[in-house]
């Protein structure tokens, strides 16, 4: 493929750099790809800005040498100078030898993770049980734990038929 048409498409280029204000970054304007601008003073710190308009602040790094984006904030949600110091601890985090972004990951999968019945029957005596009942109903709570059907059953796994 020829030059002038590699350049036409977009390879080769320099990544669009400067210095984040509000002004140079409100006068963006979106086009009809992905456009990404790198901030000059915190490095790694780009604007994603799609063709509808939405912009969001990223962190890119190569980490376990693997390139993550980490988002860090939609703009005007998150300032300028927000963005840059959230960077900067994510840089900082990324030097310990942390990996940010699988935190992140893990943190939404522990999040999903739904309870077996005997697990949130536990979380229910541990918080309303223990503190606010009885010794007699406590008492009774052994044999109304042993009586629970499907113990080890997810409790989004248990259906109507079920309980009927």
Known sequence: MPEAALRLRGYGRKPFRFSFTQQ???????????RTVYDSQVGGLC???TPNDARTFYLGRTINGRYERIKIGRYHDVSISTARKQARKLIGQIAEGRDPAQERRDARHRAKTVPTVEQAWLAYRDRHLIPNCSPVTLECDRYLFAALPWPGKRLDAITTADVR
């Open 47 to 49: 604007l994603v800005i």
């Open 24 to 34: 140079r970054l409100d006068a963006l304007k979106p086009t009809d790809r992905q």
